[in-house]
């Protein structure tokens, strides 16, 4: 992850879930061996103290299942660490959200924080992106598949923009 990258997001973390502490570096989510029926599209990152914060960006209804694909992540990123684990969701407030706040038992120390935004999470993915580029970045694998999901993320009315702007994006910087 570019340094820029790493600032926006550990900035993103910091103002919309109100956490303190110093994001030191990214963590790639492949270094910690996770089984593969495991989730693992989010972006994790370390803490001074070596917890771990994963990033998600949720753009599908917030149901049961996806609250339980995110316990399982943070049992076995636990497993991994032995260290807190925070996961923090980042939704449009378009999205339906099933789930309330309980708490489950767990062996592991985790907590899983959603946020619903009024931002236009297709457009600050595509933002994120295109300044990666705009500052001498190239395209890596998860900008790669962000582009594929980002007209998928929106309302149907904004698919052919974001479809034209990924496009464009793929063609001039990929190989």
């Known amino acids: 992850m570019k340094e820029q990258d790493f600032m926006t997001k550990a900035r993103i973390i910091k103002e919309t879930f109100n956490d303190p502490r110093e ?20 972006e994790l990152f370390i803490t001074e103290d070596y917890e771990i914060i994963d990033l998600e ?18 049992e076995a990123l636990y497993e991994k660490n032995n260290k807190k684990i925070s996961i923090y969701v980042i939704c449009p407030n378009s999205i339906n959200i099933y789930v309330r706040e309980f708490e489950i038992k767990s062996e ?8 619903a935004i009024e931002e236009n ?8 992106i295109k300044s990666k580029l705009a500052n001498g970045g190239i395209l890596d694998l998860e900008d ?5 999901i980002i007209p998928l993320s929106c309302k149907k009315e904004e698919r052919n923009y974001f479809r034209k702007e990924c496009f464009k994006i793929i063609n001039k910087f990929s190989y």
Request: glycine fraction near 2%; charged fraction near 30%.
């Open 23 to 42: 994001i030191k570096c990214y963590l790639p989510i492949q270094n910690l061996r996770l089984d593969d029926d495991i989730h693992q599209e989010g």
């Open 57 to 74: 960006f949720q753009f599908e209804d917030f149901t049961e299942e996806e609250l339980v694909k995110y316990v399982e992540l943070a």
């Open 108 to 115: 592991a120390d985790f907590t899983i924080k959603l946020a």
């Open 121 to 128: 999470l297709s457009q600050i993915a595509l933002d994120i």
């Open 144 to 148: 790669i598949e962000m582009l594929k």
